[in-house]
Nanobody, 123 residues
């Protein structure tokens, strides 16, 4: 199972970006999925996630500006980021808590990460 993230870039304050993260592979089930970010010199932090219980969690710093959505048919989540600020500059990582099955049907639980995509907000 692989997570493929895309959509980062460089924008000015107040502008928008949309990140995408697609899960690919065979015989898997996504339990939770979302985005984290890591700014230079800081620890990785949660941005937004569809949690195991079905609710959506946002970091306080992005509430009202970022929206998490998903396309279950495409196993893809999107992070729409509006009104971007310089403090949103970071590498954004998609993350999924999932189960998949080996060819012999052995179940495997995994917390998987995408490769990271850089978002730079600067004037």
């Amino acid at each position: 199972v692989q997570l493929q993230a895309s959509g980062g870039g460089s924008v000015q304050p107040g502008e928008s970006l949309r990140l995408s993260c697609a899960v690919s592979g065979r015989r898997f089930r996504i339990n939770a999925m979302g985005w984290h970010r890591q700014a230079p010199g800081k620890q990785r932090e949660l941005v937004a996630t569809f949690a195991l219980g079905g609710n959506t969690i946002y970091a306080d710093s992005v509430k009202g500006r970022f929206t998490l959505s998903r396309d279950n048919a495409k196993n893809t989540v999107y992070l729409q980021m509006n009104s971007l600020k310089p403090e949103d500059t970071a590498v954004y990582y998609c993350n999924a808590d999932l189960n998949y099955w080996l060819p012999d049907s052995t179940p495997v639980a995994e917390n998987a990460w995408g490769q990271g995509t850089l978002v730079t907000v600067s004037s």
